[in-house]
């Protein structure tokens, strides 16, 4: 996806997006795989054009952002290594 041009409509909805997104990064944690790192960085790349949130947090969800994308790159070689398994479970 990472198309942080579309906007977030309201702040409900930003908040809704952040609780969902420190949910993926808990998932991370005890699944390492490229899929949720993704998730992470996108919605990440989204609150950074959010205009509901301030322009610090949306400086640092666009830092954030960035290393997530390098999380998910990481990920995804150990996984073409063989060294972790992608998770198989259904992505809601």
């Given amino acids: 996806?990472?198309?942080?041009?579309?906007?977030?409509?309201?702040?409900?909805?930003?908040?809704?997006?952040?609780?969902?997104?420190?949910?993926l990064m808990s998932c991370y944690v005890q699944h390492p795989v490229p899929l949720y790192a993704e998730?992470?960085?996108?919605?990440?790349?989204?609150?950074?054009?959010?205009?509901?949130?301030?322009?610090?947090?949306r400086a640092i969800c666009r830092r954030l952002a960035e290393r997530w994308d390098a999380i998910r790159q990481e990920a995804g070689q150990r996984v073409e290594r063989g060294e972790i398994v992608g998770d198989q479970r259904a992505f809601h």
């Avoid at 409509?9 to 969902?20: K, S, T, Y």
């Avoid at 990440?44 to 947090?57: D, F, K, S, V, Y």
Wanted: aromatic share 0%.
């Fill in 1 to 23: 996806m990472n198309d942080a041009t579309i906007p977030l409509p309201d702040a409900p909805r930003a908040e809704a997006i952040i609780a969902g997104t420190l949910c």
């Fill in 39 to 57: 998730r992470v960085a996108d919605n990440l790349n989204r609150m950074a054009g959010a205009a509901a949130l301030t322009p610090e947090l």
